[in-house]
């Protein structure tokens, strides 16, 4: 963290003094002395941090650092203040002003102050004679080298281990045959694994064919009994398809719904992390038993709210057992070679690691994170020494979880500077709190954390961060998005326990809950408002970064915004109904975040904001932006747009009346959404102009328009995401012109939602594409899929109201990549054949709305890697055939080998589900 931090401050340093060096005068050759002291204590940081947790006078000096490389980051931004008002006077006597002679006697005499602290700290560092040793690193081991695609611990599809007969015995209770509700409860301590255990349970498909409804709840410390109803009823009216409004009503009526929409249904449901027993006995109130083998499952680490969850508990209480040490063994290796081959010279040093892992699933796999990037030649075993020897103690004194923490720890220490201030900042998210990867590696670049290196954007170097914590097992993935990446992430509560607690120390992160930990005179740099503020400081004058995580005040959101310093502000789904106007007096702020708000307008005092790099006015009431955005040069990520119906029959996104010359904003990486229906007849050309853009998206296209836009995107060779919408779903676009090779030979993404009639023939060319929606597309001809089925990397193809024909053939060697295909609202579609060796690595096959779709795909049973189908609303005639438990035409047998076989359909007023 304080490596990372300095680092910062001397980049910032070397700028001003490259930048406004005849500004500084006298204060120049004081900076340069100040740049120098700091390049020369950053070459002890590291030995400083690996010393850090073991020695309260390097905690001390590692405190001082870190404050007054704050302090010069301060000034520095407060200098900086000052020599824009410079830059922007016609006249450079303004800046030899009263007013600003005052303010530049003021950074004079801090910049004085600095350098006499530098000067302490530089002589405590001598006395702590931290020079000594300054070759030795503890063990800070470089992130190796892995293809993102292609490492399969990413995404989550590690072998697991020793699960396999717990997971039956857990399944053998579930489907028991017994007619009564039923709470199964599995016990054990943190670590132990519990939830992957109930999860790969709750997910199989012969468990999820017993019920007709089914869900996962988690329940955590912070979370309120209400927000545990309200996503209960969430997730069931999404499955019966029953609209229902809970967001207002009281418990009591919560309840209610719950029992009310549960009523009479088979329901398998989770209750993950069960902490307190009031709650559970709320929760279980609500829970009817309508005598027709519904089944509970809880997860705890309390004995006594395992045994009280039911009156029968006593026999379905399941206490979770550490591995073998065999089995311990095959994780650690899986994890740690990604085989289970162990190197001869480093059995016996494993095998002293893993018996003092007791069989913890979370420490094995952390220490296999450690070792996973160490050398494994026979003359670089010192350094598994190393590893071995710091876990060394007295082991019988020391229980399990002070073990687990002791790893954690050690991973932690073996973290490269960057990547362990990256990991502290994931505890700005509540416990439990499914964090989406695009707005962490956001929020690591606005705070500095991360920075282009190497032809590699931002972003880009963000996610190998992610990938290098992932790897480790310090961060846990538990959704992946269509191109492979990490969608959304967790981090396990022990984990978030240990950051968050090394976050307090070195004072990263103030949560307003924890507020009163903070002593009286310690500054904060950077607040969370998770659940309120309930204590003022005045040290709020140095804020840095602003996150709220609930609604706020906006009396107290205006006394939080009064630090001139801040340089990051999210304030996601607060109800405002305009911006502050202390947020454009923000010199500084980079990141400004209002999504989910109800702000209509952006005044014109946002071209204040010149330092701004991220604006995201999503889902708001945002439908223009005035022409001074154009003074923010160095915007990268700009989107503004309002979903309002996401359904492809009836999808309605409001995008933004863009300036006419939104071409001058060169540095745009990211633009969504803008409107192509403008009064400004110029605004699909200026987006060629923009020729930074990773992804865009664009609303209101009309038939006009497509030769435009073509000419566009020949320019456009860093694109990597396209999102094209048509006025209405009944405008023919006409997007078949020609563009060279060069372009779009980056895309990987494509949704086109306008009426073509027929592909352009550029698709044929797009080798990188891996997704592609066309929806209301109406193709006509006797192979629509002809341009798609060649195309080399597609993954995912979503085709609804795509095709007018009758059939559909997939042929051999067609979609050799495809995993998941959806096909809906196809209203004449009547069969869908399968060539013997087309799609071969299909797993998810959706059909929706097909109300002529007579039979199964047929050939469906050479999709060997089918894994789930879902059938809602076809025709009555194959709902029959598959609702009979006949089966004298087969149809059964061709989808024997499908883990998951659902149809969804309508009887009496009812949305029901079969499950095959």
């Given at each position: 963290m304080a490596e990372t931090i300095l680092s910062l401050a001397l980049n910032q340093l070397s700028t001003t003094l490259l930048e406004e060096g005849n500004l500084l005068g006298g204060l120049k050759q004081e900076v340069e002395h100040i740049i120098d002291e700091l390049d020369h204590m950053r070459a002890f940081l590291k030995v400083a941090e690996a010393k850090e947790d073991d020695d309260h006078a390097i905690q001390a000096w590692m405190k001082q650092v870190r404050e007054v490389t704050y302090d010069i980051e301060d000034v520095l931004d407060e200098f900086a203040v000052l020599t824009a008002h410079h830059h922007a006077s016609r006249f450079s006597c303004c800046f030899n002003s009263i007013k600003n002679l005052q303010a530049r006697h003021k950074i004079a005499g801090e910049i004085q102050r600095i350098k006499s602290r530098l000067r302490n700290i530089s002589e405590l560092r001598q006395r702590y004679r931290l020079d000594h040793g300054t070759h030795q690193h503890f063990l800070g081991s470089a992130p190796t080298a892995n293809t993102w695609w292609d490492d399969a611990i990413l995404v989550g599809k590690e072998r697991l281990v020793a699960i396999q007969k717990p997971k039956q015995e857990l399944i053998s209770q579930l489907l028991d045959g017994d007619s009564n509700l039923k709470v199964i409860s599995v016990l054990g301590m943190q670590g132990l694994g519990k939830t992957t255990l109930v999860k790969k349970v709750h997910e199989d498909g012969d468990v999820r064919k017993q019920f007709q409804i089914t869900a996962w709840i988690t329940v955590s410390q912070t979370r309120?009994?209400?927000?545990?109803?309200?996503?209960?009823?969430?997730?069931?009216?999404?499955?019966?398809?029953?609209?229902?409004?809970?967001?207002?009503?009281?418990?009591?009526?919560?309840?209610?719904?719950?029992?009310?929409?549960?009523?009479?249904?088979?329901?398998?449901?989770?209750?993950?992390?069960?902490?307190?027993?009031?709650?559970?006995?709320?929760?279980?109130?609500?829970?009817?038993?309508?005598?027709?083998?519904?089944?509970?499952?809880?997860?705890?680490?309390?004995?006594?709210?395992?045994?009280?969850?039911?009156?029968?508990?006593?026999?379905?209480?399941?206490?979770?057992?550490?591995?073998?040490?065999?089995?311990?063994?095959?994780?650690?290796?899986?994890?740690?070679?990604?085989?289970?081959?162990?190197?001869m010279h480093l059995k016996a040093i494993v095998h002293d690691i893993l018996s003092k892992c007791r069989g913890l699933p979370l420490a094995i796999a952390a220490i296999g994170g450690v070792l996973a990037s160490k050398d494994k030649d026979k003359d670089k075993a010192d350094q598994w020494e190393i590893v071995r020897d710091s876990l060394a103690g007295e082991e019988e004194k020391t229980g399990e979880q002070d073990m687990v923490k002791k790893i954690l720890l050690l991973s932690y220490k073996d973290l490269p500077s960057h990547l362990k201030t990256c990991l502290l900042?994931?505890?700005?998210?509540?416990?439990?709190?499914?964090?989406?990867?695009?707005?962490?590696?956001?929020?690591?670049?606005?705070?500095?954390?991360?920075?282009?290196?190497?032809?590699?954007?931002?972003?880009?170097?963000?996610?190998?961060?992610?990938?290098?914590?992932?790897?480790?097992?310090?961060?846990?993935?538990?959704?992946?998005?269509?191109?492979?990446?990490?969608?959304?992430?967790r981090i396990h509560d022990l984990m978030r326990e240990f950051i968050l607690r090394k976050s307090q120390e070195q004072n990263m992160i103030t949560l307003a809950s924890l507020q009163h930990t903070r002593g009286p005179s310690e500054k904060v740099h950077r607040l969370v408002i998770n659940n309120s503020l309930t204590q003022r400081s005045n040290y709020l004058k140095h804020l840095r970064s602003l996150i709220t995580l609930t609604n706020t005040e906006p009396t107290l959101l205006s006394e939080l915004l009064l630090s001139k310093l801040l340089k990051l502000l999210d304030l996601r789904d607060v109800q405002l109904e305009e911006i502050p106007n202390e947020v454009f007096k923000l010199f500084h702020l980079r990141f400004l975040c209002l999504r989910g708000t109800r702000v209509k307008k952006v005044p014109k005092s946002i071209k204040k904001l010149k330092n701004l790099e991220h604006l995201h006015l999503g889902q708001t009431n945002v439908r223009e932006l005035p022409i001074q955005v154009l003074k923010l040069k160095k915007l990268r990520h700009l989107r503004v747009f309002q979903v309002v119906d996401s359904s492809d029959a009836n999808y309605k996104c409001y995008g933004f009346k863009a300036p006419s010359k939104i071409g001058e904003l060169l540095s745009l990486h990211t633009l969504l959404f803008i409107d192509a229906e403008n009064d400004e007849k110029t605004v699909v050309g200026e987006i060629g102009k923009l020729i930074q853009l990773r992804e865009l998206g664009i609303t209101k296209l009309r038939r006009q328009d497509g030769e435009e836009l073509c000419s566009s995107l020949k320019k456009?060779?860093?694109?990597?995401?396209?999102?094209?919408?048509?006025?209405?779903?009944?405008?023919?676009?006409?997007?078949?012109h020609a563009l060279p090779p060069s372009s779009l030979q980056l895309l990987r993404g494509l949704i086109l939602r306008a009426r073509l009639e027929k592909l352009p023939r550029w698709i044929n060319s797009l080798h990188s594409l891996m997704k592609i929606d066309l929806i209301w597309s109406r193709l006509r001809g006797d192979d629509p899929l002809e341009s798609l089925q060649r195309l080399p990397s597609l993954v995912e193809v979503r085709l609804s109201q795509a095709y007018e024909g009758e059939e559909l053939y997939f042929s051999a060697g067609a979609f050799l990549k495809l995993e998941t295909l959806y096909l809906g609202d196809m209203q004449g579609l009547k069969w869908i054949m399968v060539g013997n060796g087309a799609m071969p690595h299909l797993q998810q096959l959706y059909m929706s709305e097909l109300p002529q779709l007579e039979e199964l795909p047929l050939g469906i049973q050479h999709l060997r890697k089918l894994q789930s189908l879902h059938l809602d609303d076809v025709s009555s005639k194959l709902t029959e055939k598959l609702k009979n438990p006949s089966d004298e035409t087969g149809v059964r047998g061709n989808i024997a080998h499908i883990r998951e076989a659902v149809i969804g359909f309508w009887a009496d007023g009812e949305w029901n589900e079969l499950r095959l």
């Amino acid at each position: 963290m304080a490596e990372t931090i300095l680092s910062l401050a001397l980049n910032q340093l070397s700028t001003t003094l490259l930048e406004e060096g005849n500004l500084l005068g006298g204060l120049k050759q004081e900076v340069e002395h100040i740049i120098d002291e700091l390049d020369h204590m950053r070459a002890f940081l590291k030995v400083a941090e690996a010393k850090e947790d073991d020695d309260h006078a390097i905690q001390a000096w590692m405190k001082q650092v870190r404050e007054v490389t704050y302090d010069i980051e301060d000034v520095l931004d407060e200098f900086a203040v000052l020599t824009a008002h410079h830059h922007a006077s016609r006249f450079s006597c303004c800046f030899n002003s009263i007013k600003n002679l005052q303010a530049r006697h003021k950074i004079a005499g801090e910049i004085q102050r600095i350098k006499s602290r530098l000067r302490n700290i530089s002589e405590l560092r001598q006395r702590y004679r931290l020079d000594h040793g300054t070759h030795q690193h503890f063990l800070g081991s470089a992130p190796t080298a892995n293809t993102w695609w292609d490492d399969a611990i990413l995404v989550g599809k590690e072998r697991l281990v020793a699960i396999q007969k717990p997971k039956q015995e857990l399944i053998s209770q579930l489907l028991d045959g017994d007619s009564n509700l039923k709470v199964i409860s599995v016990l054990g301590m943190q670590g132990l694994g519990k939830t992957t255990l109930v999860k790969k349970v709750h997910e199989d498909g012969d468990v999820r064919k017993q019920f007709q409804i089914t869900a996962w709840i988690t329940v955590s410390q912070t979370r309120s009994i209400k927000e545990l109803l309200q996503d209960l009823i969430r997730q069931i009216v999404d499955q019966i398809k029953r609209p229902i409004n809970y967001a207002v009503e009281s418990i009591a009526e919560l309840k209610s719904s719950v029992t009310k929409l549960l009523l009479g249904k088979r329901y398998g449901i989770v209750f993950d992390d069960v902490c307190d027993m009031g709650i559970w006995n709320s929760i279980k109130s609500a829970l009817p038993d309508s005598g027709n083998g519904s089944r509970v499952m809880i997860t705890t680490q309390l004995p006594h709210v395992a045994q009280a969850s039911s009156p029968e508990s006593q026999g379905y209480v399941n206490k979770m057992k550490p591995l073998s040490f065999e089995d311990s063994w095959t994780l650690f290796c899986d994890k740690t070679f990604q085989q289970s081959y162990c190197p001869m010279h480093l059995k016996a040093i494993v095998h002293d690691i893993l018996s003092k892992c007791r069989g913890l699933p979370l420490a094995i796999a952390a220490i296999g994170g450690v070792l996973a990037s160490k050398d494994k030649d026979k003359d670089k075993a010192d350094q598994w020494e190393i590893v071995r020897d710091s876990l060394a103690g007295e082991e019988e004194k020391t229980g399990e979880q002070d073990m687990v923490k002791k790893i954690l720890l050690l991973s932690y220490k073996d973290l490269p500077s960057h990547l362990k201030t990256c990991l502290l900042y994931i505890s700005i998210f509540p416990e439990d709190y499914e964090i989406q990867c695009h707005r962490l590696i956001q929020l690591w670049i606005a705070e500095r954390f991360v920075q282009d290196r190497g032809g590699m954007t931002a972003e880009e170097v963000a996610f190998d961060y992610l990938k290098e914590l992932i790897r480790r097992s310090l961060v846990r993935v538990t959704e992946v998005s269509w191109d492979g990446s990490p969608d959304h992430c967790r981090i396990h509560d022990l984990m978030r326990e240990f950051i968050l607690r090394k976050s307090q120390e070195q004072n990263m992160i103030t949560l307003a809950s924890l507020q009163h930990t903070r002593g009286p005179s310690e500054k904060v740099h950077r607040l969370v408002i998770n659940n309120s503020l309930t204590q003022r400081s005045n040290y709020l004058k140095h804020l840095r970064s602003l996150i709220t995580l609930t609604n706020t005040e906006p009396t107290l959101l205006s006394e939080l915004l009064l630090s001139k310093l801040l340089k990051l502000l999210d304030l996601r789904d607060v109800q405002l109904e305009e911006i502050p106007n202390e947020v454009f007096k923000l010199f500084h702020l980079r990141f400004l975040c209002l999504r989910g708000t109800r702000v209509k307008k952006v005044p014109k005092s946002i071209k204040k904001l010149k330092n701004l790099e991220h604006l995201h006015l999503g889902q708001t009431n945002v439908r223009e932006l005035p022409i001074q955005v154009l003074k923010l040069k160095k915007l990268r990520h700009l989107r503004v747009f309002q979903v309002v119906d996401s359904s492809d029959a009836n999808y309605k996104c409001y995008g933004f009346k863009a300036p006419s010359k939104i071409g001058e904003l060169l540095s745009l990486h990211t633009l969504l959404f803008i409107d192509a229906e403008n009064d400004e007849k110029t605004v699909v050309g200026e987006i060629g102009k923009l020729i930074q853009l990773r992804e865009l998206g664009i609303t209101k296209l009309r038939r006009q328009d497509g030769e435009e836009l073509c000419s566009s995107l020949k320019k456009l060779t860093n694109l990597r995401e396209l999102n094209v919408t048509a006025i209405t779903k009944d405008e023919v676009i006409d997007i078949d012109h020609a563009l060279p090779p060069s372009s779009l030979q980056l895309l990987r993404g494509l949704i086109l939602r306008a009426r073509l009639e027929k592909l352009p023939r550029w698709i044929n060319s797009l080798h990188s594409l891996m997704k592609i929606d066309l929806i209301w597309s109406r193709l006509r001809g006797d192979d629509p899929l002809e341009s798609l089925q060649r195309l080399p990397s597609l993954v995912e193809v979503r085709l609804s109201q795509a095709y007018e024909g009758e059939e559909l053939y997939f042929s051999a060697g067609a979609f050799l990549k495809l995993e998941t295909l959806y096909l809906g609202d196809m209203q004449g579609l009547k069969w869908i054949m399968v060539g013997n060796g087309a799609m071969p690595h299909l797993q998810q096959l959706y059909m929706s709305e097909l109300p002529q779709l007579e039979e199964l795909p047929l050939g469906i049973q050479h999709l060997r890697k089918l894994q789930s189908l879902h059938l809602d609303d076809v025709s009555s005639k194959l709902t029959e055939k598959l609702k009979n438990p006949s089966d004298e035409t087969g149809v059964r047998g061709n989808i024997a080998h499908i883990r998951e076989a659902v149809i969804g359909f309508w009887a009496d007023g009812e949305w029901n589900e079969l499950r095959l």
